[in-house]
């Protein structure tokens, strides 16, 4: 059985894997879903938060398994994923992006959200008046995240929900063939979204290849809209993993 760290995207905490969780560990596998700093119950000041806090809180938890774990990304912590596997290569059995940003040497979030025109959150964006802050607006969450999903779930994550600092999106990857370039990565695609456009996925599990390619038929929130499906293809993933570094 493997061990997940799962990483969440912008705007959630470790919460939004709550209806996988329970899914995997079912199937004997020991599971991390983490709050990043600055969010869920993670006090930390958005001010003082960068791409390099962000990994080097994965870049702990990675520590703190006992074997290499099967590194998991949601949307912009796809980023995250990819700069955590640069510096903690050697502790990682295998990346799988969730429909999330697969950025090359260099390129950063904003970069790859703006080659995106058929995504619907960067026009709506709200930037906080300090500067450190941006949210989505309230009206435009539904369509762009949780078109196909319980209304249930869309209300838990208005509740929930809390700003993104800002400056991690500007920040672009550092990343080289012999560390991130090294461990096996998978790339699970959304055909329905509207956070990060199907097209835009292709194009970036094109550039940086990705094996195997799993595709769903829901929008950006997989773990809401179809979770026992996601978790049995995390889970699959991480036994052909396994068994391909037997």
């Known amino acids: 059985m493997a061990g997940f760290v799962l990483i969440h995207g912008g705007w959630a905490g470790g919460w939004v894997w709550e209806k996988v969780v329970p899914f995997l560990e079912a199937n004997g596998h020991d599971v991390v879903a983490p709050d990043l700093p ?83 959150i960067l026009p709506n964006l709200e930037f906080a008046p300090d500067g450190t802050t941006v949210s989505i607006k309230r009206e435009a969450i539904h369509d762009a995240l ?53 097209a835009l996925q292709r194009r970036m599990h094109t550039a940086t290849p990705c094996n195997p390619i799993v595709t769903m038929d829901t929008g950006h929130m997989p773990m809401y809209a179809a979770p026992d499906e996601l978790a049995a293809h995390l889970s699959e993933l991480a036994t052909r993993a396994t068994t391909r570094g037997a």
């Open 38 to 120: 600055g969010h869920g119950d993670d006090t930390t000041a958005p001010d003082a938060i960068t791409l390099d806090t962000y990994v080097e809180r994965v870049a702990q938890l990675l520590d703190a398994q006992p074997e290499p774990a099967v590194l998991v990304g949601h949307s912009s912590g796809g980023v995250i994923i990819t700069q955590a596997a640069e510096h903690r290569s050697e502790r990682l059995q295998l990346l799988v992006y969730v429909c999330a940003y697969l950025p090359v040497e260099g390129q950063s979030l904003l970069d790859l959200g703006q080659a995106d025109s058929d995504q619907l």
């Open 146 to 198: 949780f078109a196909d999903c319980p209304d249930s779930d869309y209300e838990s994550f208005l509740a929930r929900s809390r700003p993104e600092p800002l400056a991690v999106a500007g920040t672009p990857v550092s990343v080289t063939p012999r560390k991130y370039g090294g461990v096996p990565r998978a790339f699970i695609e959304t055909q329905r979204d509207r956070g990060i456009s199907i």
